[in-house]
C-alpha cells in the first residue's frame, strides 16, 4: 500500500525478543544472575548424569537377563546404534502397516525404526521377557506391546495385527532353535506380511541363520557391522513372488 512503511519481517521479531529480555531482567531483580546460572549448570549436570545412568541401566539390566537366562537373552549387550541403524534401514518408511519386532530386549532398534520415520503406533513389539515388557510399555506408550513367545506367531501375533504388516524386524537368538523351527518362523512371518515385505534378522554368526536349502525365499546379508559387540551381519529375507 503507498503511503504506509513496509514493516520490515524481522521487526515482530526483534518486538517478541525485546518483550522477553525485558521479562528476564524483572525476573533476574528477584535473584542475582549467578545464583540462576548455578542453578542452570546443576540442572545440566542432573540431566547429564540420569541420561549416563539410564544407559548404565540398560547394559545391567540386560548383563543380568543374561546371567539368569542365556539362552533366551542370546546377547550379552543391547544392540549398538550402528547395528540398531542397519537393521531399520531395510523397513521402508512409505510402508503401510504393522512394523512387527521380536525380541525388542531394552528397545535399542525400537528407537532405530521410531528414527527411521516409523510411527510408535504402528510398532508391535514382542518380547518373552516381562521386565523388558514393563520397560517398553514405560518408553513407548504408544506401541503395541505383547509380552509372550515370537514363534508362535499365529496364536501370540496375528490377533494384533489389523494390516498385513509391512515388515518383521527380528532380534531372537534364532540358533538356539532347531533348523525346522527357524524355517517355519520364517514362513509363518511371510504368511502375516504383504507379499514381497522384508523378515530383517541379525546374527554373530557367518552363516544364514534361517537354512537356505530348499527355501522359496531370496536372502541379502550385509557387510559386517564392525561396531557392535560382537560384530554382527544383518540378513532380509523375503519370499519368493510366484
Ligand atoms: C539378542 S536379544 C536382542 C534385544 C534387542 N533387540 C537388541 O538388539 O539389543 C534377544 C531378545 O529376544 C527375546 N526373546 C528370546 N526368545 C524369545 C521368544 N521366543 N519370544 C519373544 N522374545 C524372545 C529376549 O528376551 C531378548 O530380549
Given at each position: 500500500m503507498t503511503g504506509l512503511r513496509k514493516e520490515n519481517p524481522f521487526d515482530d521479531l526483534r518486538r517478541t525478543s525485546e518483550k522477553l529480555v525485558a521479562r528476564l531482567k524483572a525476573e533476574v531483580k528477584s535473584e542475582p544472575l549467578q545464583e540462576w546460572q548455578q542453578k542452570g549448570k546443576k540442572l545440566v549436570a542432573k540431566i547429564h548424569a540420569e541420561v549416563k545412568q539410564a544407559k548404565i541401566d540398560d547394559d545391567a539390566r540386560f548383563l543380568k537377563t543374561w546371567l539368569d537366562k542365556p539362552l533366551v537373552t542370546g546377547a550379552v549387550y543391547p544392540s549398538s546404534k550402528a547395528l540398531a541403524r542397519k537393521m531399520a534401514s531395510?523397513?521402508?518408511?512409505?510402508s503401510l502397516g504393522p512394523v512387527v519386532e521380536l525380541g525388542?530386549?531394552?528397545?535399542p532398534v525400537t528407537d532405530a525404526l521410531l528414527a527411521r520415520g516409523?510411527?510408535?503406533?504402528r510398532l508391535v513389539l514382542v518380547e518373552f521377557n516381562p521386565e523388558f515388557c514393563a520397560l517398553l510399555a514405560r518408553r513407548y506408550p504408544k506401541a503395541t506391546i505383547v509380552q509372550g513367545d515370537a514363534y508362535a506367531l499365529e496364536t501370540v501375533v496375528a490377533p494384533h495385527l489389523?494390516?498385513?504388516?509391512?515388515a518383521v524386524v527380528s532380534s531372537l537368538?534364532?540358533?538356539?532353535?532347531?533348523e525346522r523351527l527357524r524355517l517355519e518362523l520364517l514362513n509363518r512371518a511371510f504368511g502375516l506380511?504383504?507379499?514381497?515385505?522384508p523378515f530383517i534378522q541379525f546374527t554373530?554368526?557367518?552363516?544364514?541363520?534361517?537354512?537356505?536349502?530348499?527355501?522359496?525365499f531370496e536372502a541379502h546379508v550385509s557387510p559386517?557391522?564392525?561396531?557392535n559387540l560382537p560384530p554382527a551381519c544383518v540378513w532380509v529375507y523375503r519370499r519368493l513372488q510366484a
Open positions: 531395510y523397513v521402508d518408511p512409505e525388542p530386549g531394552t528397545g516409523i510411527a510408535e503406533e489389523k494390516k498385513p504388516a509391512a537368538p534364532l540358533f538356539t532353535k532347531p506380511m504383504v507379499p514381497g515385505a554373530y554368526a557367518t552363516v544364514s541363520p534361517v537354512p537356505r536349502k530348499g527355501g522359496s559386517r557391522i564392525w561396531k
